[in-house]
C-alpha cells in the first residue's frame, strides 16, 4: 500500500450523523474531499441537502437526508435507503449530539435524563446495530464516535464563568461512548470492522467573542496555546476511515492540542 494512497477514499460510502453541525460538517467535507460518497444526515434533511450541495459545487460528491435518531422508523428507512441505493456502507460517523436536556447535577429530572440518553447512547446504539449488517456483508467497515475530552477527563470547573457549565450527562455520554467504542472493536474485529473514538478539544469560534475571557484562559491551557482551526479534525477523521488506520481499533484518539497531558 503506497503512502499517497492509504488516505483515499474513492469508492466509499459514508455516513454523516449530525453532518451539518459544527464539526459534523468539517467532517463530511473532509470526507467527500478523500473520495468518498457522503451521506449527511440529520433531523433537518433540508439544511443537510444545503450543504451536501456545498460540498457537490467544490467537485465531490455529497447528499442530504434525514434521520431521527429518536425513532426506529427512522433509522430503518434511512438504513434502507442506504442498502439500496448505495449497496452497502463502508464509514459510519456517530457525530450527532442532542444537548436539549442537558443540566447539572442539582436541576437533574429523571425524564429528561431518558430524554437525553435514548438519542445520544440509544440512538447512536441502534444506528450502529442497523448498519452493521451492511458491514458484515463486505466483510470491513470503519466506525468512528465523535466524543470529547470529557470523555477522558472531568470538566475544569475553574475555568468556566457564571451562567457557563459542563452539564453533567455531557460527561456520562460521552464517557459511555468510549467504551461502546471498544466494546464494537472487540466484538466485530474478527469480522474486519473496526471501531474507533475520536476526542476532540472544545471548538467553538463564537466563543472569541462572546466569552472571551474563558476563550483566553481555555488556549493558555493548551500546550499549543490555541483553540483548534475549522480544519483540523478533517485529518484524524480520514485517518480513522482509511486504509492509513486498518490495524488500528479499539483506539480513543485525542484531537486536543494536548489540553489533556496535564
Known amino acids: 500500500m503506497h503512502g499517497k494512497t492509504m488516505f483515499c477514499l474513492d469508492g466509499k460510502t459514508a455516513l454523516v450523523t449530525g453532518g451539518r453541525g459544527l464539526y459534523g460538517s468539517v467532517i463530511s467535507e473532509g470526507l467527500a474531499e478523500a473520495g468518498a460518497h457522503v451521506i449527511i444526515a440529520s433531523r433537518d434533511r433540508e439544511a443537510c441537502e444545503d450543504h451536501a450541495k456545498i460540498?457537490?459545487?467544490?467537485?465531490?460528491?455529497?447528499?442530504?437526508?434525514?434521520?431521527?435518531?429518536?425513532?426506529?422508523?427512522?433509522?430503518?428507512?434511512?438504513?434502507?435507503?442506504?442498502?439500496?441505493?448505495?449497496?452497502?456502507?463502508?464509514?459510519?460517523?456517530?457525530?450527532?449530539?442532542?444537548?436539549?436536556?442537558?443540566?447539572?447535577?442539582?436541576n437533574a429530572e429523571r425524564e429528561k435524563l431518558i430524554d437525553s440518553y435514548d438519542i445520544n447512547l440509544a440512538g447512536i446504539v441502534m444506528l450502529t446495530k442497523a448498519l452493521i449488517p451492511l458491514m458484515l456483508e463486505k466483510r470491513s467497515g470503519s466506525i468512528?464516535?465523535?466524543?470529547?475530552?470529557?470523555?477522558?477527563?472531568?470538566?475544569?470547573?475553574?475555568?468556566?464563568?457564571?451562567?457557563?457549565?459542563?452539564?453533567?450527562?455531557?460527561?456520562?455520554?460521552?464517557?459511555?461512548?468510549?467504551?461502546?467504542t471498544k466494546w464494537l472493536a472487540a466484538y466485530y474485529g474478527r469480522y474486519g470492522i473496526r471501531a474507533n473514538c475520536l476526542s476532540p478539544g472544545g471548538y467553538d469560534p463564537k466563543l472569541e467573542q462572546t466569552r472571551p475571557e474563558f476563550y483566553a484562559r481555555y488556549a493558555e491551557h493548551t500546550p499549543l496555546g490555541k483553540w483548534p482551526d475549522r480544519d483540523d479534525i478533517k485529518g484524524p477523521v480520514v485517518f480513522l476511515a482509511g486504509e492509513a488506520s486498518r490495524y488500528v481499533s479499539g483506539v480513543n484518539l485525542l484531537m486536543d492540542g494536548g489540553f489533556t497531558i496535564w
Do not use: C
Request: net charge negative.
Open 55 to 106: 460540498i457537490r459545487k467544490a467537485g465531490n460528491s455529497a447528499e442530504g437526508a434525514e434521520l431521527d435518531l429518536s425513532k426506529d422508523s427512522s433509522v430503518e428507512l434511512l438504513v434502507n435507503y442506504i442498502q439500496k441505493e448505495q449497496g452497502g456502507l463502508d464509514i459510519l460517523v456517530n457525530n450527532a449530539v442532542s444537548r436539549d436536556h442537558y443540566s447539572g447535577l442539582e
Open 144 to 180: 468512528i464516535n465523535i466524543g470529547s475530552i470529557q470523555g477522558v477527563m472531568g470538566p475544569h470547573f475553574p475555568y468556566y464563568e457564571s451562567g457557563q457549565s459542563s452539564p453533567l450527562g455531557y460527561t456520562m455520554e460521552k464517557w459511555g461512548m468510549v467504551g461502546f
